[in-house]
């Protein structure tokens, strides 16, 4: 069990900072936890690595939100553990905080680190996870590998503008349409049942001229709501 505790680097959804230390006192406190030997403690290389150099010798409660995460993910890594437990790290935390936090993840990632990410930002476990896993009421409904999870929910928008403003949502023989912004309209297909030439195809017959057309992919948000709120039929079972 201890060597267990020790292979874990935990940064909690919660901020836990001890606000009378300086973020220097606060590493090296968590380093002498963990019985890391003063020769061989990197608070320095830790604080500079996550932008707080210039608040090493300031007081935690000075700190802002941002800057104490920051603070609490270089307090995980003080006994450069091979795994990484991140709650929620970026509720909370600004745009800039958040892209240069996720540079750091992802260069220890790259070095070797494990990272288990907890998230409500579908966009960022998207980015950034080799293998998701989603929950729904406390069961585990999906973990696979990103594309493969990515790959089950088997439909495509074709996004069509017109050539001219339309009075009207055209009718569009076997598919529904749904307006867009700008008079462009989408339509959704189940890529094993049609193909985008039918649906251009659908589209003509319903008396339509095509100016231009795009296509969209499902992305990890409308995998989730298939899986939690939606129709779940619409996902395509696992395959071995």
Known sequence: PRDARAALGVVPQEIVADVFFTPREALEVQAGFYGVPA?????????AALGLSDKANAY???LSGGMKRRLMVAKALVHNPPI????EPTA????ELRRQLWEYVRKINAEGVTILLTTHYLEEAQELCDTIAIMNRGEVVAC???PQLLRRLDTRNVVVTPEGELTALPTVKGFDVVPRP???FAISYKKGQSSVEQVLAAVRAAGVTIADISTEDPDLEDVFLALTYGDASQVSPTKD
């Open 39 to 47: 020769n061989e403690r990197r608070s320095d290389e830790l604080l």
């Open 84 to 87: 990484l437990i991140l709650d």
């Open 92 to 95: 909370g935390v600004d745009v």
């Open 144 to 146: 696979e590998p990103t």
């Open 182 to 184: 700008n008079g462009a």
């Open 60 to 62: 935690v409660r000075a």
